[in-house]
C-alpha cells in the first residue's frame, strides 16, 4: 500500500467556537411601571365595587371563622386580645404590617431587577401571576378580616402606625382578607432570596430568612385582626402555584417539542443521511484505496 499524498489526504475542520453569550438585558423601567399601574388598577377597580360586596363579605368571613372553630384551627383571637395589650410590639406588628412587607418585597424585586435580570423575569412573572389569581377570589369570594367581627380588636387602629398608614388603611380594599397577599409576598420573598443563594452558606441563610420571615409575616397579620389562619396558608398556596405555572409548564410544553424535533432527524440508515455522508467536503479530495495500491 502507497500512502496518500499529503495534498490528497483529507483534511477535518475545526468546528468554529460558539459565540459568547450576551449578557441578560434588564427589562425596560417603563414596561415594570407599566405593570405595577395595571396591578393598582384592577385592585382599585375591585375597591370600587366593596360596598356592594360588604354583606356578602362578613357573612363569608362568619362563615370561615365558624368552619376554622370546627375544626380548631382558630387561633385568630387569642393572638389578637394578646396582641392588644403588649403595647411597643403592638405598635412595631402594626408598623411591619403597614409597611415591612412592602418594604422588603419591593426591595426584593428592584435587586433582581438592577443585578441579576437573568432570573428576573420569571419571578417577576410569578408575583403578578399571584396577584391576579388573589384579585379573582377577591372578587369571587369577598371576605372581611377579622376586626371586622364581633369580639375582635383593630389592633393597627388602637395603637396607631406611622402617619401615612392611617390613609392607606381607609383606601384599601376592607373586604380582601382571602387569601392574604402579605403572605403571598413573603413566600415570594423567600423564593427570591433561595434563588439568589449560591454558596451552600448563602443557601442556609436562605433557608433561614425564607422561614422566619415567613411566620414573622403569619404571627404579625393574625396578630393584629387582619387575616385568618386559612387566608394566610391560601396565600401561601396562591404564590407557590405561581412560581409551578410560570417555571414547570413552559419546561413541559419545550419537552415534547424537543422530542419531536428530534425525532425528525434523519436516521443514519436513510439514504438521504447515506448521501450526506457519502458526500465530499468541500474543498477536500477523496481518494480511493485501490488507485493507491501498487
Known amino acids: 500500500m502507497i500512502e496518500a499524498p499529503a495534498q490528497f489526504t483529507q483534511v477535518r475542520h475545526q468546528p468554529a467556537p460558539l459565540p459568547e453569550t450576551t449578557r441578560p438585558r434588564r427589562s425596560s423601567i417603563f414596561v415594570e411601571l407599566g405593570l405595577l399601574i395595571f396591578l393598582i388598577w384592577i385592585y382599585n377597580w375591585l375597591q370600587d365595587l366593596a360596598p ?87 372578587a369571587a369570594f369577598p371576605v372581611a378580616p377579622p376586626r371586622m367581627l364581633a369580639g375582635f380588636t383593630d389592633v393597627v387602629a388602637q395603637v396607631g402606625s406611622l402617619g401615612w398608614h392611617n390613609s392607606l388603611i381607609r383606601h384599601a380594599d376592607q373586604l380582601a382578607a382571602m387569601p392574604s397577599m402579605h403572605l403571598g409576598y413573603a413566600v415570594w420573598c423567600a423564593f427570591v432570596a433561595w434563588r439568589l443563594a449560591r454558596t451552600h452558606a448563602a443557601k442556609v441563610t436562605a433557608l433561614v430568612f425564607g422561614i422566619s420571615y415567613s411566620l414573622v409575616t403569619t404571627l404579625a397579620v393574625i396578630a393584629t385582626g387582619n387575616h385568618y389562619l386559612m387566608d394566610v396558608l391560601a396565600g401561601a398556596a396562591t404564590t407557590v402555584v405561581s412560581v409551578l405555572l410560570v417555571e414547570a409548564v413552559p419546561r413541559l410544553v419545550r419537552r415534547p417539542l424537543v422530542v419531536t424535533l428530534r425525532d425528525d432527524r434523519p436516521s443514519s440508515a436513510s439514504p438521504r443521511a447515506e448521501t450526506t455522508q457519502r458526500r465530499p467536503r468541500q474543498g477536500s479530495v477523496t481518494v480511493a484505496e485501490d488507485d493507491l495500491a501498487s
Do not use: C
Open 52 to 138: 356592594l360586596r360588604r354583606t356578602q363579605a362578613l357573612k363569608n368571613a362568619v362563615g370561615l371563622f365558624s368552619f376554622e372553630k370546627r375544626t380548631g384551627l382558630d387561633p385568630e383571637a387569642a393572638m389578637d386580645h394578646w396582641l392588644a395589650h403588649q403595647g411597643a410590639l403592638a405598635y412595631l406588628a402594626s408598623n411591619f404590617y403597614a409597611i415591612g412587607i412592602f418594604a422588603v418585597t419591593f426591595g426584593f424585586a428592584a435587586w433582581l431587577w438592577w443585578r441579576r435580570p437573568d432570573i428576573y423575569k420569571p419571578l417577576r412573572n410569578a408575583i403578578v401571576l399571584a396577584n391576579l389569581i388573589a384579585f379573582v377570589v377577591f
